[in-house]
């Protein structure tokens, strides 16, 4: 499971990363698109429960983030899911897995580049697709030049989007009470429907586990920094979701196309709403960073074991980045920033990241019996060695992933 035991130092990472650094890392990129551009689309299905469609997105990403606490932490590559596939399901189907995996991220961080394009336009006035195409290379270039830069970029985009939220939810705590908490216009169903789209907000904490070469003492600090980041983003997204309603009528909050700089505006005035657009700004940015960061060390995590092209594990001499894997990254996100429409992309990048959670909940399950290896971190709550809380992250997963199919279709 040590793919890079005997690999030449000139093909590894350097690690620099301490908890605080993977924590911020893990909060910045779920912090991202989802929160600042979905919670108006949410509130149309949800209503005043949108908060608790928020609850459900927390449930099935804790479930599933014990599993992958545990996994990485005695698995030792950057390849994450595809290691974890690999042992339990075997090489073919880890592979079919993995590709599933990049496509998600790269899809998702061109849909997010074009919502970073639709803020920056309402400022700057150039053309849309360029707009994205010129973040998507600046943030590839940050990329490149290193994960130390990235970590400080990172760090400053995600205090920036934090106060942001942390600004809403402020501004809601006086009105907290002054609705109806469990309004939902289209009952039950809705808010479940809600909670699979909003679980979009919640990607990324897998992410966490593909900077563990990169990381100080990663057996014991991606497991914590993995569920630290989940914790810490899921009040925020609730407290969000309680305040933004409390505010803004639920109604037009789903009618707004910048949900929560309308909110701000409704609560402060016009000011507020530019204000609010800035940090949106550093969230897309920052979102679109961190994808390709993930991306790009899961590629080259596949490449070290030949599963890829051995051009991908090529390592810069003085960034020490894996600079082609970079490339590639950069080149396949333009290519799929012409898709556009982040609803519909939050959907389908949502029913195949279900596809991969429930998955890793089983691997989770198998290689109980199958790898005897002492777990540095090993989950709580277990019937002898059956782990109750990767069953329920395989279940909620399924249940999940049918909603996000129904989404896509309806």
């Known amino acids: ?30 912090l991202g698109a989802g929160i600042y551009a979905l919670i108006g689309i949410a509130a149309g299905e949800a209503g005043s429960a949108t908060w608790l469609s928020f609850v459900f997105g927390a449930v099935v990403a804790t479930f599933t983030g014990f599993s992958y606490a545990e996994l990485s932490s005695f698995f030792k590559g950057d390849s994450g899911e595809f290691d974890y596939y690999k042992a339990a399901f075997g090489h073919r189907f880890a592979l079919v897995m993995a590709l599933l995996m990049i496509f998600s991220m790269v899809v998702s961080a061109a849909t997010v580049a074009l919502g ?18 010129l973040i998507i290379g600046a943030m590839s270039m940050i990329n490149y030049f290193g ?68 990381t100080k003492n990663p057996d014991k600090t991606i497991p914590r920094a993995l569920l630290l980041s989940i914790l810490i983003t899921s009040v925020v997204y609730i407290l969000v979701a309680i305040s933004a309603v409390s505010i803004l009528p639920y109604g037009k909050l789903a ?20 204000l609010i657009a800035v940090i949106a700004l550093f ?31 090529k390592v810069h001499p003085r960034r020490r ?37 429930a998955f890793v909940n089983l691997a989770a399950i198998i290689l109980r019996w199958t790898i005897k290896k002492r777990r540095p971190f090993r989950m709580p709550l277990n019937i002898g060695n059956f782990p109750v809380l990767s069953a329920f992250g395989f279940l909620t997963s399924v249940l999940m992933f049918a909603v996000a199919v129904v989404n896509v279709l309806t």
């Open 1 to 30: 499971m040590d793919g890079l035991k005997n690999v030449p130092e000139v093909y590894k990472l350097k690690r620099e990363l301490s908890l605080f650094d993977v924590t911020v890392a893990g909060v910045g990129i779920i």
């Open 116 to 133: 970073f394009a639709g803020y920056f336009i309402a400022i700057v006035g150039i053309d849309y697709l360029l707009a994205a195409m």
């Open 321 to 357: 980045t894996p600079y082609i894997a970079v490339i590639i990254a950069f080149l396949l996100t333009v290519v799929f920033s012409l898709l556009g429409n982040i609803e519909l992309v939050a959907n389908l990048a949502n029913v195949s990241l279900f596809v991969i959670f």
């Open 147 to 214: 994960i130390k830069l990235s970590s400080r970029f990172n760090t400053i985009a995600t205090f920036t989007e934090f106060l942001g939220l942390i600004l809403i939810i402020v501004l809601g705590m006086s009105k907290w009470g002054s609705v109806d908490l469990m309004e939902m216009p289209h009952g039950f169903t809705g808010v479940v429907q809600a909670g699979a789209l909003v679980f979009f907000a919640y990607m990324g904490f897998e992410t966490i586990i593909k900077l563990r070469e990169e």
């Open 283 to 313: 969230s897309t940015s920052n979102t679109i960073l961190l994808s390709l960061v993930a991306v790009s060390r899961m590629m080259y995590g596949m490449a070290m074991q030949s599963f890829l092209p051995y051009a991908l594990s």
């Open 255 to 274: 009618a707004s196309s910048g949900p929560l700089a309308d909110v701000a505006a409704a609560a402060l005035g016009p000011a507020a709403f530019g």
